[in-house]
């Protein structure tokens, strides 16, 4: 259960490490001025549209830290999204199939076929 009272600390950091006025956070994230205000001064708890819209607004929000308080703001850059970084990504070599000798009497046990999403089909003659 989210506590009220350390959510809206947490959103007043946010707003003041942005010097974000209610207003202008209430319109970046495309919700009412009262809706801020009632936050801030508990009436209201924050919906998941609300909370959803905080972080697609600004992206170094955490949202374990923002409903829990745990975690990072504002939250570390990775490297590999930084457009300055000198790091060059390496080519993902693909995994090599071992070829057996045709003139073996090796029968095919299974099939199995794993895809990017991270299932498999596995297939049995």
Not at 58 to 81: A, C, D, Q, R, T
Not at 98 to 116: G, H, T
Request: neutral net charge; hydrophobic residues 30%; proline residues 7%.
């Amino acid at each position: 259960m989210i506590n009220s009272s350390e959510f809206t600390q947490r959103l007043q950091k946010v707003m003041d490490f942005y010097s974000e006025t209610a207003s202008s956070f209430a319109e970046k994230i495309g919700v009412q001025r009262s809706s801020i205000s009632h936050i801030l001064s508990g009436r209201n708890k924050p919906s998941l549209d609300f909370v959803m819209k905080v972080l697609h607004s600004y992206p170094e929000v955490e949202l374990y830290w923002l409903m829990n308080g745990k975690g990072h703001f504002p939250n570390e850059p990775k490297i590999s999204e930084s457009p300055n970084s000198n790091i060059t990504e390496q080519p993902i070599a693909k995994p090599q199939i071992p070829v057996s000798d045709s003139n073996s009497n090796s029968e095919i046990e299974k099939i199995v076929i794993f895809y990017k999403d991270g299932t498999f089909k596995s297939y049995k003659p």
